[in-house]
């Protein structure tokens, strides 16, 4: 039987490397389609916490993990050696950047390597990760070469948006394309097994810049708003009025919104990948460069707000005591990557605040060595003042108005609510 025909039939054994954001919403999708998934990950206490049913993936409910694990279309571990056995891999781990911004693809390296230490003919192999345009191409092609084993090679980017609940996996439509012909028809056929609508591209390059194209687009806009926001307070004009009237124009205009920087595992990453490709090029970026730079300086900012709202109620910015509403980099997700409130609380215990957080997604906090707890039911009477971070659901924004004796709002979230103990960004 022809690999299109295991496919097809869905006998196919898959096998997803990286059981992140990314990785476990797509191998219980498959999973969940009938498909045999097998789930590889290093880090065996994540492999662990998969099988007790404590993973903290919120996309894919417990219980049906818990259940395809108990029904056999779901096996997560960490031995590598179950590449052996699988028909498709699909590589889902990270690609974060080095501290000079540079891209670290040693996850995908590495993980191609185990790959062709176990590879066998007539394989499918799908780079899902974020990366450099080439990357395919240039890197992960020729490891699976060295092995004189006949395979597909493809690339798909992943376009998983945590706490969606609108576009999920299934009806958001796949990029796909191969090093041939017919790896990208191969790939179209696994996907189309679980997508609704998959589009295939002329090369892997293609594939991999649609992606860039999507965050960088994402990164720029939002710093092109942030900056807006910078303007707007020096002309004591409310930014949030502005886009509100803004976005009745019919045409021409997207709405975009401020806040206190950019989190995530893609906007924050994704367009420096980009950025340093094209500097091999010898070409300078430079919207993406001025967006980044924009965007990592909100949380200065935001805290300068915090500073001068307590200065008009004659309180010192040190010593004071402030509570943080929401350190995930988003709302109603527990995701803390790169998340600016993060930066926030690293400056502000830099001068002296006394800084504590509260998030009903994120019960625990370890921050460069140190470890905060999310205060169950702060006492928000007590505080000096209170900084919604993140604007989760669960939050109660006319309670909080009513008990805090000061609120910067660096989301919005308070919209409606007109009160002058209400600061906005």
């Known amino acids: 039987m022809s690999l299109k025909e295991k496919i097809v039939k869905r006998k196919a054994r898959i096998g997803i490397l990286g059981l992140g954001y990314v990785g476990l919403p797509l191998a219980c999708e498959f999973a969940r389609a009938g498909f045999k998934v097998t ?6 206490e994540r492999i662990k916490r998969i099988k007790m049913g404590r993973h903290y993936i919120e996309d894919v409910g417990r219980k049906e993990v818990a259940q395809l694990i108990k029904k056999g279309s779901l096996k997560p571990t960490s031995d590598f ?7 498709v891999i699909i590589i889902c781990v990270p690609t974060p950047l080095r501290k000079t911004k540079d891209p670290d693809i040693s996850y995908v390296v590495s993980a191609t390597k185990k790959i062709a230490k176990y590879l066998k003919n007539n394989q499918l192999i799908i780079l899902e990760s974020t990366t450099y345009p080439g990357t395919t191409r240039e890197v992960i092609l020729p490891i699976l070469k060295e092995t004189r ?22 009806n958001t439509p796949k990029i796909v394309s191969g090093i041939t012909k017919g790896c ?17 591209v002329s090369s892997t390059e293609i594939a991999e810049m649609v992606k860039l194209l999507e965050n960088t687009f994402r990164s720029v806009n939002i710093g092109l708003v942030n900056e807006i926001a910078l303007m707007c307070h020096r002309l004591d004009i409310d930014v949030w009025e502005v886009i509100e009237a803004a976005k009745t124009k019919p045409f021409g205009f997207m709405p975009f919104y401020p806040g206190p920087g950019l989190g995530g595992h ?5 367009p420096h990948y980009l950025s340093w490709k094209l500097k091999t090029l010898d070409f300078c970026a430079r919207f993406i460069e001025l967006a980044g730079e924009i965007n990592s300086k909100m949380p200065e900012f935001l805290v300068q707000r915090i ?5 008009k109620k004659k309180k010192a910015l040190k010593g004071s005591r402030v509570l943080i509403l929401g350190v995930a980099y988003k709302r109603d997700v527990s995701d803390t990557r790169e998340s600016p409130a993060l930066d926030v609380i690293r400056i502000l215990e830099k001068k002296g605040v006394k800084v504590s957080y509260h998030d009903p997604h994120v019960p625990k906090l370890r921050l460069d060595g140190k470890v905060f707890r999310s205060q169950k039911a702060p006492l928000l009477e007590r505080q000096d ?14 309670e909080i108005v009513k008990r805090a004796r000061l609120i910067i709002d660096s989301r919005n979230a308070t919209k409606g609510i007109k009160n002058r103990k209400i600061v906005k960004l």
Do not use: M, Q, W
């Open 81 to 87: 050696k179950a590449l052996k056995g699988l028909d």
């Open 39 to 44: 789930g590889i990950d290093i880090d065996r």
């Open 149 to 170: 084993k006949r395979f597909y090679l493809a690339f798909s980017p992943e376009r998983i948006d945590p706490g969606n609940k609108k576009y999920t996996l299934k």
């Open 266 to 270: 893609c906007l924050p990453v994704d």
């Open 385 to 398: 003042c209170v900084v919604i971070a993140t604007d989760h659901a669960a939050f109660n924004y006319p």
């Open 307 to 311: 500073e001068d709202a307590l200065n």
């Open 184 to 200: 990208a028809r191969l790939a179209k056929a696994l996907y189309k097994e679980i997508v609704g609508e998959v589009i295939i």
